[in-house]
């Protein structure tokens, strides 16, 4: 996470010095790629917290 965090900054400093907008253009893509899979892990620990466990007893025969 701190590793992404240094990406995420130097990135940014990079963006706020940028004169030449083609390169200033693919420092926003690769800050949006950053964005995308920054959004995909916190939608796979969203999706995992609500999984229900299954109820004891499922698939069991009861006398």
Same mark, same amino acid.
């Given at each position: /996470?701190?590793r992404?965090?240094?990406?995420?900054?130097? +990135?940014?400093?990079?963006?706020?010095?940028?004169?030449?907008?083609?390169?200033? *253009?693919?420092? !926003?893509?690769e +800050?949006?790629?950053?964005?995308? &899979?920054? *959004?995909?892990? +916190?939608?796979?620990?969203? &999706? /995992?917290?609500?999984?229900?466990?299954?109820?004891l007893? !499922?698939?069991?025969?009861?006398?």
């Open positions: /996470m701190a992404e965090a240094k990406g995420w900054e130097a +990135l940014c400093y990079a963006a706020a010095a940028e004169k030449d907008p083609e390169r200033l *253009q693919e420092i !926003i893509v +800050l949006n790629v950053l964005l995308d &899979t920054r *959004q995909e892990e +916190l939608e796979k620990r969203r &999706t /995992m917290d609500r999984v229900p466990a299954p109820p007893g !499922i698939g069991r025969w009861h006398n």
